[in-house]
């Protein structure tokens, strides 16, 4: 468990030696999902206390949203964009972008009056996207992190459109 949580917070400083590691370790996929729902959880908490069936229905759509990004990012960085060096699986995204999520468990101090979920909540997106965008490199061998950048930009352009 310690090593679980270790993890997390690896993921939140974007340690690209972390996402090398998540990468290569096939039994991290478990692990990756426990981010993806622990971040979803923190911010349907951090929404005010959401009811718990809307914790459970975000959680639901964040899974959802997982797996299809992961899937966007795969076939955009992977297939349509590789560098020469690119090897890369479906199994390595959905991995290291489910640890990307760790920066999204912060959401839950959007509970606090003082704070601002506002800020919260665009603080908290702003350090996943960074996240994202390791991720990306790191799960595509990229080199170039400006490519990773636009990878996960056409990504979620695609993603708002489903």
């Given at each position: 468990m310690a090593s679980f949580f270790n993890r997390i917070i690896r993921a939140a400083q974007l340690d690209e030696n972390l996402y090398?590691?998540?990468?290569?370790?096939k039994g991290a996929?478990?692990?990756?999902?426990?981010?993806?729902?622990?971040?979803?959880?923190?911010?349907g908490i951090g929404s005010y206390?959401?009811?718990?069936?809307?914790?459970?229905?975000?959680?639901?759509?964040?899974?959802?949203?997982w797996f299809i990004w992961s899937g966007l990012i795969?076939?955009?960085?992977?297939?349509?964009?590789?560098?020469?060096?690119?090897?890369?699986?479906?199994?390595q995204l959905l991995r290291t972008v489910g640890f990307s999520?760790?920066?999204?468990?912060?959401?839950?101090?959007?509970?606090?009056?003082?704070?601002?979920?506002?800020?919260?909540f665009l603080g908290a997106s702003l350090w996943m996207m960074a996240a994202m965008v390791v991720a990306a490199k790191?799960?595509?061998?990229y080199r170039s992190r400006l490519r990773?950048?636009?990878?996960c930009a056409i990504g979620w352009i695609i993603q708002?459109?489903?």
């Open positions: 090398e590691e998540v990468e290569a370790d996929l478990g692990q990756a999902m426990g981010v993806v729902v622990l971040s979803s959880i923190a911010a206390g959401d009811s718990p069936i809307r914790i459970a229905i975000g959680t639901v759509a964040a899974l959802i949203t795969y076939l955009i960085g992977a297939k349509l964009l590789p560098e020469p060096q690119t090897e890369a699986d479906y199994g999520s760790a920066p999204g468990m912060l959401r839950i101090l959007g509970l606090l009056p003082f704070v601002g979920g506002g800020v919260v790191q799960a595509l061998d990773a950048v636009g990878v708002m459109y489903i």
